[in-house]
């Protein structure tokens, strides 16, 4: 949880979740979480490209506009940093690991609030890794708003992601 700036009950929870569970797998990632988040996002942009602006929103259709506007060069910077932080995240949850991370840096925003830019820097990266992810609600926050740890594991142990989940919810 130190490459991202969390709200303190974040930081509680994760570290209450770690506690629980077996020794922690650290890995490295070779960039920020939101510079891949923001890769990965206009990666994914561009894969809707083929689409008929006008069935998208505007907001949408300005954010697929501006991955296709991206530079060959960039793309082919996004594209290895991705497949970097793949390799690190797959080789870190070899032989049955599991990866606990803060779902988000700060707990649940209010509906209707807009959200905040780094909300979706942890989540991203089951997306980046394509392997599978289970947020679990963990407390709150001062303000009783809900704060949520997420476990990923490879691809075929999803039973050992749910044995994890399990045990966090006891503790």
Known sequence: AAWVEC???VRRAYARAAAALPAPTSFALPASLSRLRFAGFL???RGLAHLDRSTLSPFLAGLVDR?????????TDDEKLLADARTAIRAALAGGAAILLPTT???AFTLGDEAPANQADFTGLANIAGVPA?????????RGRPVAVQLLIEPGREAGLFALARKLQES
């Open 7 to 9: 709200d303190p009950a």
């Open 43 to 45: 990666g994914a942009a």
């Open 105 to 107: 840096p700060q707990a």
């Open 67 to 75: 991955g296709t506007a991206r530079a060959r060069d960039k793309r």
């Open 134 to 142: 289970l947020s679990i609600p963990f407390g709150t926050d001062e």
